[in-house]
């Protein structure tokens, strides 16, 4: 089977020397030897700038690092992908396609000029908030509009090559996302709120409106966004999210954002090697063949042509 997965944490796992290839993470190279293509977006994890510091930036940079540094070790399994033609390039190869994430806006520290270094460092996504506040607004734990630096890095993200993530944003935010920006948008790791009420989870007019834009939405494997139970959280559960976005409209927008190593997932699907008995189960349930080629992998790979 093929794998596109639009979220991942496991690069700060790999601060610590382990290796991209076994470490005891959820994502490694030997977890995903059932795939005949895998696409994996890396995220790099910054948190909130404190009052008068620039943190986000600083790890920022430690983690890129650490991510160019695997994939050098481990060139001839995978490379980095800036563009659909190197995704392309990389499966003909017989490789893995790494896509670079930033997780939390609070990376640009204010200063619109660094959208060009994520851009030269090929970040492809750029998640605008986490939970709180930062200089482009407010996550929803928080709550609040976009501010004026972010109303700024949304016109300018186009001309870099990055589509806003809007996961994470506050409602308020991601009204003001779909009022002054009319492009693509991205939810690399949310879920359906009518069926888990959490702020993480998307509405059904937001869905509604990511779908009317040929964008993307990658269902969360994170037992608290799933289920209001999170120890009783099981594959159920995402077909519970599957099929209220199938009915929404969302068969071509739909596909996956694990969110392995920044979550804690059910104890049915432990890491990227249960992935094929995920795609068995629901094959079970009734979802087509055709379809779970779509949410699996098709959907993300057409999106990634279209733009990038």
């Known amino acids: 089977m093929c794998f596109f997965d639009l979220h991942c944490d496991t690069i700060q796992c790999l601060l610590d020397g382990s290796s991209l290839a076994d470490a005891n993470t959820q994502v490694s190279l030997d977890k995903a030897r059932a795939f005949g293509r895998w696409a994996q977006v890396y995220a790099m994890f910054v948190g909130d700038n404190p009052p008068g510091r620039d943190t986000a930036?600083?790890?920022?940079?430690?983690?890129?690092?650490?991510?160019?540094?695997?994939?050098?070790?481990?060139?001839?399994?995978?490379?980095?992908?800036?563009?659909?033609?190197?995704?392309?390039?990389?499966?003909?190869?017989?490789?893995?396609?790494?896509?670079?994430?930033?997780?939390n806006g609070s990376v640009l520290g204010g200063r619109l000029e660094r959208l060009a270094?994520?851009?030269?460092?090929?970040v492809r996504l750029l998640t605008l908030t986490w939970m709180g506040e930062n200089e482009l607004g407010s996550g929803g734990e928080a709550g609040g509009p976009l501010k004026p630096f972010g109303r700024?890095?949304?016109?300018?993200?186009?001309?870099?090559?990055?589509?806003?993530?809007?996961?994470?944003l506050s409602d308020e935010g991601l009204s003001d996302v779909f009022s002054h920006y009319d492009g693509p948008v991205v939810a690399t790791h949310s879920n359906v709120r009518r069926v888990m009420g959490h702020h993480r989870n998307l509405t059904e007019k937001q869905t509604a409106?990511?779908?009317?834009?040929?964008?993307?939405?990658?269902?969360?494997?994170?037992?608290?966004?799933?289920?209001?139970?999170?120890?009783?959280?099981?594959?159920?559960?995402?077909?519970?999210?599957?099929?209220?976005f199938l009915e929404m409209g969302a068969e071509d927008t739909v596909c996956f954002g694990t969110d392995f190593d920044g979550a804690k997932t059910p104890a049915d699907i432990r890491d990227?090697?249960?992935?094929?008995?995920?795609?068995?189960?629901?094959?079970?349930?009734?979802?087509?063949?055709?379809?779970?080629?779509?949410?699996?992998?098709?959907?993300?790979?057409?999106?990634?042509?279209?733009?990038?």
């Not at 270094?117 to 090929?122: N, V």
């Not at 040929?214 to 519970?240: K, T």
């Not at 629901?282 to 733009?307: D, H, I, P, Q, Y």
């Open 57 to 103: 930036y600083d790890t920022y940079r430690q983690l890129y690092a650490c991510f160019q540094k695997q994939m050098a070790v481990y060139a001839e399994r995978i490379c980095q992908c800036r563009s659909a033609a190197q995704v392309r390039a990389a499966f003909e190869a017989g490789k893995y396609a790494a896509i670079l994430s930033v997780e």
């Open 117 to 122: 270094e994520l851009r030269r460092d090929g």
């Open 152 to 168: 700024a890095v949304l016109e300018a993200l186009p001309s870099y090559g990055i589509i806003p993530d809007i996961s994470h």
């Open 209 to 244: 409106e990511i779908i009317r834009r040929r964008g993307l939405i990658g269902i969360n494997l994170c037992s608290g966004f799933l289920s209001c139970e999170r120890s009783a959280a099981s594959r159920e559960d995402v077909c519970r999210h599957l099929s209220a």
């Open 272 to 308: 990227l090697a249960d992935i094929p008995a995920l795609w068995e189960y629901l094959l079970k349930r009734g979802f087509s063949e055709t379809l779970l080629r779509k949410v699996f992998f098709e959907n993300a790979w057409a999106f990634w042509e279209r733009n990038f």
